[in-house]
């Protein structure tokens, strides 16, 4: 939880590795802004806000809509297949989603990655790649979060509903090499998450002042 502390020594035998090992961790987790460290607390999960996320959301938009518009001017018949594959992958978990949202959110953020990046797979960039995959690892929690906060099924339908059709609108325009209309719902797509971040982060606050709560009374 953002700002919960690290124990070097309980990570260690949490995990059966080194003393070494885990501080290297840590330090790679510090330069990809996930962990913060000081000199006298040591290392702890990173704290967010809600304007850093926002920024982030738009940026990754932008840059996946020029990836796809790259990507459909590069396009081949392996790249739509690989989209087709993808796409048929992600809309069979998503309906996974409304019985089960906690039990299939890893499974289905893996296959939303793996579409996204399907679709600009074929840009010519891996740095753009680079880039792009940070930005969509770095807020995978909040993705997560927001899964749990969808607690009645109507929620969770009318989301599987919206996210199922933009995908698919998503799709059709990489075949149909439509780079307007991918564009733009790209950046919708994208962008709409913004609307849920302050529920999203409330909740990952309050879990963790549980967290901590619970700590104390031990």
């Given amino acids: 939880m953002p700002g919960a502390r690290l124990n070097i020594e309980a990570l ?6 080194s003393h070494p090992s885990v501080r290297e961790a840590l330090a790679l987790l510090v330069g990809e802004g996930y962990v913060v460290s000081d000199a006298n607390k040591g290392f702890a999960v990173a704290e967010t806000s809600l304007d850093e996320q926002r920024d982030s959301a738009r940026v990754r938009a932008e840059l996946e809509a020029m990836g796809f518009e790259w ?6 018949t392996d790249w739509r297949a690989h989209i087709v594959a993808s796409h048929y992958a992600l809309a069979q978990v998503e309906t996974e989603m409304v ?10 953020d893996d296959r939303n990655r793996a579409f996204h990046f399907a679709l600009i797979a074929n840009c010519g960039s891996p740095k753009l790649m680079e880039i792009i ?10 993705r997560l979060a927001a899964h749990s906060n969808r607690a009645a099924v109507t929620d969770r339908e009318m989301w599987v509903a919206g996210s199922s059709a933009e995908h698919n609108a998503l799709k059709d325009a990489a075949l149909n090499g439509d780079i307007e209309s991918g ?6 797509h ?3 998450a913004i609307a849920e971040m302050p529920t999203t982060l409330g909740v990952l606050g309050q879990e963790s002042q549980n967290a901590k709560g619970t700590k104390r009374v031990r």
């Fill in 183 to 188: 564009r733009e719902t790209l950046k919708k």
């Fill in 99 to 108: 019985d089960d949202p906690l039990g299939h959110a890893l499974e289905w």
């Fill in 190 to 192: 994208i962008t709409k």
């Fill in 133 to 142: 995959g940070s930005l969509y690892d770095h807020s995978k929690r909040y």
């Fill in 71 to 76: 990507s459909v001017k590069n396009g081949t």
């Fill in 12 to 17: 260690k035998r949490e995990h059966d590795i």
